[in-house]
């Protein structure tokens, strides 16, 4: 079933069915974030309850930071985003392997050592529901720098040997997707009706920036492009240009990618 874009950054193009359930249920939004007394529990967790059967019809812009080789960043755009696992992981590790971009020992060694099975990753896409360059380099920063994603470089990040291979496989990316909030863990709905209660005169202190995962693998059709470095948009997305530690273009200098200035 086709869905409406909704922009998060710009509550005044919301759709009339969503502007008028959180304008019928302003009350009770207001005063839970204003911690009044109000609104009780029973009758704010009825209100969340309904805002996020309306937000089932609706998509948000996500993306994805991460690090991947050619051949990867054009399957996304054939296939979609499938869901991480051991599995996966492994198939990526053997094609590296068959193409010689890695040799077998240490293909076996990356195979072994993994948290692709760990509860916070297994069958979890996880996106940044707002530009990443809202979040720091600290934030942001280490999913670029490795191929493989947390999943590989949490465990070799201080193997010399193991982690210099992983940088040079492979380039940054960020990949821009349309994801369906019902194929969302959880919803952003806090995030809804805060930004709304602002685009109201309210002023909140609580964050309205939203992050979450995908519990549902994603079509081609909602994989808008996958953004390399040093593209343009790279660099307006990440704002990396500032980065200190951890600019990529040191990274690259310090893989032999271009040559110092």
Known sequence: MPRTQLDLDRPSSWPAALTNYLDEHHDVF?????????????????????????LRAYEIRGWHCTHLTDAEADELLRDGMHLPNVETLARRI???????????????????????????????????????????ECGIGPFFRHWGGEALYRCHQEDPVISSILRRIGTPRLVEVDVPIAS???YPDCSIYRRYLVSRGY??????????????????????????????????LTNCSEWRTYALEQERRNRGDIAPT
């Not at 207001?30 to 996020?52: H, I, N, V």
């Open 94 to 136: 053997d094609l590296l392997a068959k193409t010689g971009s890695i040799k077998p020992q240490i293909a076996l060694r990356l195979k072994s050592e993994n948290w692709a099975d760990q509860e916070n990753r297994v069958g979890k896409v996880w996106f940044s529901f707002f530009p990443p360059r809202r979040t720091d």
């Open 184 to 186: 969302l863990g959880r």
């Open 30 to 54: 207001r005063a839970w974030e204003a911690k009044t007394g109000q609104a009780s529990a029973p009758l704010f967790d009825a209100a969340m309850y309904g805002l996020r059967d309306v």
């Open 203 to 236: 002023r909140s202190n609580e964050p309205t920036d939203f992050q979450g995962y995908s519990k549902h693998p994603l079509l081609a059709e909602n994989v808008r492009r996958v953004i390399s470095y040093p593209e343009r948009d790279f660099y307006c």
